[in-house]
């Protein structure tokens, strides 16, 4: 007897592409004129702007079954997110986040910086992980259905197997509903981490930076025997927070 059959699987693919990220050149200083100011500009800190933005993707994916065809049909939407912020360069190199914090060597400056980090902290670490799962299920499920609905019309649907096979790729689609949506709540503060270590993006911060900044150049003028220490900044940088920098210019 002709057994007929059809099932309709649903996946959501959340992806990203990946993040792009422009830091402005450090600021422009006349040349040292004596071996004390060039070891002071050698050493020091400066700031600069920087920025960073993504353009994420939503896509749904249709798997769709019937007793003699398949087909799989999708639509996809974009958005794009950014921010702007701070960088720092010491001796003529850029330094990310990670980098700043352990040569400004400020405990103020770390404690505050771990405050900004923390909302996102197990978004960033957990995003790769559910993302992983959601295509890596969502892949293989699809393929459990494709191939027995090709089963199924290779036997001229006269065999019930292949029926149990599609349904259990059906329910495997079902189930990577869970990491796509925990996915695309993970995937905003993930990216917002991740610029977070890129540079310093919370302007709430930037009078602790600009603290941490000058503490740190004053001890840098005193091993050179320069005085006095000061916090080149660009003129961007500067509006980004002007209370924090207007007066160390």
């Known amino acids: 007897m002709r057994l007929g059959f059809g099932s309709i699987a649903l996946a959501f693919l959340v992806g990203c592409i990946k993040p792009t990220y422009s830091f402005e050149p450090r ?5 040292p004129a004596t071996e004390t100011e060039r070891c002071y500009q050698d050493a020091r800190f400066e700031i600069a702007a920087a920025s960073g933005s993504y353009k994420s993707m939503q896509s749904s994916t249709y798997v769709v079954s019937t007793a003699t065809s398949y087909s799989i049909v999708g639509s996809e939407s974009y958005d794009y ?4 912020g701070l960088v720092l360069y010491r001796g003529g190199k850029r330094l990310d986040v ?22 996102t902290e197990s978004a960033y670490r957990s995003h790769p992980m559910w993302r992983a799962l959601s295509v890596g299920t969502t892949v293989v ?7 027995a609905t090709g089963w199924a019309m290779a ?10 096979v599609m349904l259990a790729g059906t329910g495997g689609l079902l189930v990577s509903l869970i990491p796509t949506v925990a996915t695309y709540l993970t995937r905003d503060k993930h990216y917002l981490h991740e610029r977070k270590l890129k540079f310093f993006h919370d302007r709430a911060f930037a009078p602790t930076l600009a603290a941490g900044v000058r503490n740190a150049n004053q ?12 916090v080149p900044i660009t003129a ?6 002007a209370s924090a920098f207007s007066a160390n210019r």
């Open 27 to 31: 600021p422009l200083l006349p040349p």
């Open 81 to 84: 997110q950014g921010e702007s």
């Open 98 to 119: 990670r980098e700043s914090l352990r040569e400004l060597r400020d405990p103020a400056v770390d404690q505050e910086y771990a405050r900004v980090l923390g909302p």
């Open 141 to 147: 499920s699809s393929g459990v259905v494709l191939g």
């Open 155 to 164: 036997t001229g649907f006269s065999d019930t197997r292949p029926l149990y």
């Open 219 to 230: 001890r840098v003028a005193a091993t050179c025997n320069h005085a006095p220490a000061d």
């Open 236 to 241: 961007r940088a500067a509006a980004l927070n």
